[in-house]
């Protein structure tokens, strides 16, 4: 008896939500274990858990692009593989990412899907890993031990660069930028280390512009590290002997808000003198930046402040239309022309450059849109809204609140909105229990939303109608189905009954029974407390039947719905069952009965069906290129009931070349079964090749043994009579 076994590849299956069989985290192969937006080619290790119950096999791990991280450089998807992992057990692997540019700090999830097997299923689960990116923002400031004064040269410099983040910082690459009224003897330098918080100072050498205007300028600095730049500035001083200068402290837009298209907006100005010598005025001219113009649709605003003694600051209000401005921060730049009284009363003027920054706060208009879908009553319903903000201003922390409403309940809480952007939408979805008391009226259901602008909060109240249906009992919403749809009759076989909820609504204390007069299964009743709409539940079941065919199998179902009335469904699931075929070779004999290299060879095998099952129509083909075949290579069996023994035969010739030895002969049978589906299976018959020496000994201890070789060749001559008579008798039917 021969076993055969048959290996089928698996097909992978996707688990049921909810079963969890993996968990992982991950870290930045990295010195300093982090990466930024824009980097390229960084390491990220991943390592993933198995947490299952039992040994899954041929498991494999594909990552994939994840937005905002991908994968770099792989010309193919990269698989890890391993063969076995057993509960507990970890694996990890090593990827080179690349991060998008622009994005924010904060933990991304990478997708990574993963194929296995368990019990001969296959399986495949997506792993989320958190994968942490990180953010680099700088401050700087400019020391000079000396004033600086126009004209000077070989002025120390101290820069000081302040890392704000949590994460520390490497190789920081400083570019300074040459401009009036700076220009740096050196515009590169190299900041090898920043911790996390902390600071750094490096000094460069400078020269001040012999025609510098005294005041306070802003310089441009570009900070490289990781792949990206930032730039900032960073504020100086240019003053000269007399030490006349001042700064602008205060400047304000006078109302809360303020928006495009504006007239009239009020904005208040504070100046401290901070000179030697007594002020008897200043000019102030501000230069408006583009969207604004003053009441008249100019661009500048001129003013005089005269003195209010020694130390009191000078104020002034004046007033701006606004144009096409977006929400942010608008630089105005000021010049200051300072007129002091001198020596014998001399007046003397120095002019000075500043600037101040107000911010345009837009305006932030939310509301709320919903779909009027009716709503069912005794059910959990989806309802869905947008938050709008038609505004020009983003708002930020939104929160969502539904106010209490007799007769709903709400199930789900909407979690929070970290910004909505002028002109953008949020949806929204809602998960609220109706109850019957409501069923054939309208509701109305409050929302209150809170919200932080980018001046203060906000709070606004809105309001979602609907109407709620008549209570419908719905008919037929259970579908049983029954899988595989064949099995073998003879044996147990397993099957599995799948009950699917079709209809909107809740099912429970659903009862299943199973009857067949032709069929017994392990277990005839299944119950389930709840069958949620949509859900699938898959019963395992052992089915055994002792005849071929079509199997009739008789269901009945009843369950509670939601207005706790019993219901009930009845109907029929149907079965074929083919007969079991197990075909093996019994005995073989073979002619001569020693056969060696160039001789002619009949082989005769006897074969018996150990089934219940009958293979109608057997026909067994000779499948061997290695001995050449006398006569036809197909014979006809016919029809071979269980324990019915059959045999055919066939004749081949053994090369010359042949050596001695053990071989088997490949044999194809083909049948159909009780279904008339046709089945094909090879089996294998073994005989032996021996040297001429051991066959001619074997031959003289048989002194009849010529007699066989006379036997062989008359059915030789038979065999091929019998293929000319088939010849003869296909030619007469054409």
Known sequence: MFLILIIVSPVFLSLTPGIVKFSGYSYWDTQSQVAY??????????????????????????????????????????????????????????????????????????????????????????????????????????????????????????????NLEGDEVNNLTVYLTSTYPIRFYKNEFNVTNIPPFGTSQFTVLASVYSNTTLGYYQMPITLSYSGNN????????????????????????EQSSVGPYEDHIPVSLVIDYLGGPTLSYVNVNVFLPEGFTNVSGGDTITL??????????????????????????????VSLNWYVIEGEGEVQSITQSSYFSLFVTGTATLNISGDPQPLEPLTVNQITFYVNNRGDSPVYNVTITPQPVQGISFITQLPEISEIPPGKSVLENLSVYVSSELSQQPVEIPIVITYNTLTGQGESEFSLGYYVEPIIVQTN?????????????????????????????????????????????????????????????????????????????????SFYNIYDQIQQESGTLSLLSAGLINISI??????????????????????????????????????????????????????????????????????NSTQPGTYRIPVILKFTNSLDQVKEEEIYIPFTVYSPAVSSNVHANQPHSHYHYFFLLILLIVIIAIIAVAVFLMRRRK
């Open 37 to 162: 937006p824009g980097q390229k080619n960084i390491p990220l290790t991943i390592v993933i858990t198995y947490i299952g119950t039992n040994p899954i096999y041929n498991v494999t791990f594909v990552p994939v692009n994840s937005s905002p991280l991908f994968l770099y450089n792989y010309s193919t998807q990269p698989e890890f593989k391993t063969a076995e992992m057993t509960p507990g057990e970890n694996f990890s692997f090593t990827l080179q990412m690349e991060v998008s540019k622009g994005i924010s700090g904060g933990t991304y999830d990478l997708k990574v899907y993963t194929y296995f097997v368990n019990d001969s299923i296959g399986y495949v689960e997506t792993v989320q890993i958190a994968v942490k990116v990180s953010t680099i923002s700088f401050s700087v400031s400019a020391e000079s031990q000396t004033p600086l004064y126009p004209g000077e040269k070989d002025v120390p410099i101290t820069m000081l660069i302040s």
């Open 230 to 253: 930032y730039s900032t500035t960073y504020e100086v001083l240019i003053s000269n002997n007399l030490t006349v200068f001042g700064k602008i402290v205060n400047a304000n837009f």
């Open 304 to 333: 005089t402040l005269t003195s209010q003694g020694q130390g009191v600051p000078l104020q002034a209000e004046f007033f701006v239309n606004t144009g096409n401005v977006t929400p942010g921060y608008f630089t105005f730049p």
């Open 477 to 557: 919403p259970v579908v049983i189905s029954l899988s595989p749809f064949q099995i073998t009759s003879g044996v147990i076989s397993s099957a599995y009954v799948t009950v699917e909820n079709n209809g909107s609504q809740v099912l429970k204390s659903v009862s299943i029974q199973l009857s067949s007069q032709e069929t017994s299964f392990n277990s005839t009743v299944f119950s389930l407390d709840v069958l949620n709409p949509g859900q699938k539940v898959v019963i395992p079941l052992t089915v055994y039947t002792s005849i071929e065919g079509s199997v009739i199998i008789q269901y009945a179902i």
């Open 586 to 655: 019994s005995s073989v004999s073979v002619l001569p009965s020693t056969p060696t290299p160039g001789s002619l060879v009949s082989l005769t095998a006897t074969i018996v069906n150990y089934g219940t099952g009958v293979a109608q129509g057997l026909l067994a083909t000779y499948n061997s290129t290695q001995f050449p075949i006398v006569g036809g290579n197909t014979y006809y069996v016919g029809n071979l009931g269980p324990d019915s023994p059959s045999t055919f035969t066939f004749a081949f010739t053994l090369l």
